[in-house]
């Protein structure tokens, strides 16, 4: 597992989360979100840079993916290999 960013925000509403990427991020991607031994996995399903939809996001850019449970703010983004 490669830590590629950090959640910095969560929208409850549409369970979307912004991440503030260290790596790159691509949709169809594996990964982990956790903080303090906690979390869950996932696949990258979508991906949107300030409302518009993008298949991948780059390393300082901030994104925003759909995430199947909320995650606690501060949480890292692990990129599964």
Known sequence: MKPIGKITHYYG???AAVVELHGDLK???DVRIEKEGEGFEQT???????????KEGKKGE????KV???PK?????LLLE
């Open 13 to 15: 509403k549409v369970s």
């Open 62 to 65: 901030a994104v925003s993916i």
């Open 44 to 54: 990258v399903d979508s991906m949107q840079i300030e409302g518009e939809d993008v």
């Open 73 to 77: 703010k501060g949480s890292l983004v």
């Open 68 to 70: 199947s449970q909320a």
């Open 27 to 29: 949709v169809g991607d």
